[in-house]
């Protein structure tokens, strides 16, 4: 597995500041933040992916944590550039267990929204789109072409097009 300069592996519980790239390829991550009301906390299992992460403190969205898939963050990172034309192949995949909690995944296409605690999913970004699988509960996948939101229920996936004009991520 290639990783990006200043990457550390984590052992053991740790802070991270908001805005760490996490690269979750080879492992698993159970991400602990706080939650809307004070005191509260809220949890999210990850693998698989490379992704940053941060979180609303403003109201009507507090609380709400977004897992942001990067491209291109270092040399060997997944790359939308490196997609042959027509392929379906996928660059990265990140599965997600919501353990209670206000979470959303985002990719270039499309987020999907866990609507309840012990949902879990698949955000799978690929050459032609990004892929939504849901495995149990309900997500809420937001089409950014389409500008619709579809609601994908366990047993069922979501196909949000690659669009031609892409903004990369820096």
């Not at 979180?55 to 270092?74: C, H, K, W």
């Not at 995949?93 to 987020?111: C, I, M, N």
């Amino acid at each position: 597995m290639t990783s990006g300069p200043g990457f550390r592996p984590l052992t053991e519980a740790r802070q991270l500041p908001v805005n760490s790239q996490i690269d979750a390829r080879a492992g698993e991550l159970r991400l602990v933040v706080a939650g809307a009301q004070r005191g509260a906390t809220q949890q999210l299992t990850l693998a698989g992916g490379l992704f940053s992460f941060a979180q609303s403190s403003q109201a009507p969205t507090r609380g709400l944590t977004t897992i942001d898939l990067v491209d291109r963050a270092f040399p060997g990172a997944p790359a939308y550039g490196n997609c042959a034309a027509g392929s379906s192949a996928a660059l990265q995949t990140v599965h997600a267990l919501d353990q209670g909690g206000r979470f959303v995944t985002l990719s270039r296409d499309s987020s999907a929204t866990a609507r309840s605690a012990g949902t879990a999913w698949d955000t799978s970004v690929r050459c032609d789109g990004t892929l939504t699988v849901v495995h149990r509960g309900t997500v809420d996948v937001l089409d950014f072409a389409r500008r619709k939101t579809i609601a994908v229920h366990a047993g069922h996936s979501y196909l949000a097009k690659a669009h031609t004009t892409h903004k990369h991520k820096k």
